[in-house]
């Protein structure tokens, strides 16, 4: 069963302009929104994380949007720049059993072209 | 350096082989994990370990088995009766407790011919 829904799959962006990616979940119990950033051939990297009792949060280029209400989460990424492309992964923590589970979404390519 | 080391980085093996991948981390963490990275299908949970001497399956842990001896390391053991083993395979630790950072390792590239 997928519990975080990642949109789009893949994202081509010019250089300079705005890449959102979009994430919702269903569980209410989640209570931790990391978002994480991929190069090939490399391991996941934390890149912001967010927690629900804020709607907003910015570093740097980088801004995480959360709506409560209606469970979803986007990734904003200003200034889109070449070095920026990469694979976007959403995330959803939370308490199951003890331990804190997290949840993945399905990813997404960002290409940023010149 | 502190990190979470894997290897190796690719591996290939024969089908109806057992393999294991190794993970070692030294940044003192309790928690580790085994991901599955597929294309289009993201990190799926294979493993995850709270504790030494400890370890509960996770979403996708058919075929695989894993052991903690040690705080340090996580093994992760690729069996034969895994159907589809040819994956990206991704290691990670974390310190106990809510809101607290996954670290991965860089990944082994497990070939199955």
């Known amino acids: 069963q997928q519990q975080v829904k990642q949109s789009p799959q893949s994202l081509i962006v010019q250089k300079g302009g705005i890449s959102i990616i979009n994430c919702a979940y269903e569980?209410?119990?989640?209570?931790?929104f990391p978002w994480y950033q991929q190069f090939p051939g490399k391991g996941p990297a934390l890149l912001i994380a967010i927690r629900p009792d804020v709607s907003e949060k910015k570093e740097g280029r980088f801004t995480i949007s959360f709506n409560k209400s209606a469970k979803q989460f986007s990734l904003h990424i200003m200034d889109s720049q070449p070095g920026d492309s990469a694979t976007y992964f959403c995330?959803?923590?939370?308490?199951?059993?003890?331990?804190?589970?997290?949840?993945f979404g399905t990813g997404t390519k960002l290409q940023v072209i010149p | 350096d502190g990190g979470i080391t894997q290897s190796p980085k690719y591996l290939f093996r024969k089908e109806g082989q057992n393999v294991t991948l190794s993970c070692e981390q030294n940044?003192?963490?309790?928690?580790m994990y085994w991901y599955r990275q597929d294309p289009g299908q993201g990190l799926r949970l294979i493993y995850y370990?709270?504790?030494?001497?400890?370890?509960q399956k996770g979403d996708i842990a058919e075929g695989y088995s894993v052991s903690r001896e040690k705080k340090e390391s996580f093994p992760l053991t690729v069996t034969s009766a895994q159907k589809n083993p040819t994956a990206f395979y991704l290691c990670a630790s974390s310190l106990q407790g809510a809101n607290t950072e996954a670290f991965f390792g860089q990944g082994t590239r497990l070939t199955v011919v």
């Open positions: 995330a959803a923590s939370g308490n199951s059993g003890g331990y804190q589970k997290v949840t």
């Open positions: 940044l003192n963490h309790d928690a």
């Open positions: 569980n209410t119990a989640f209570d931790y």
């Open positions: 370990s709270q504790i030494v001497n400890d370890f």
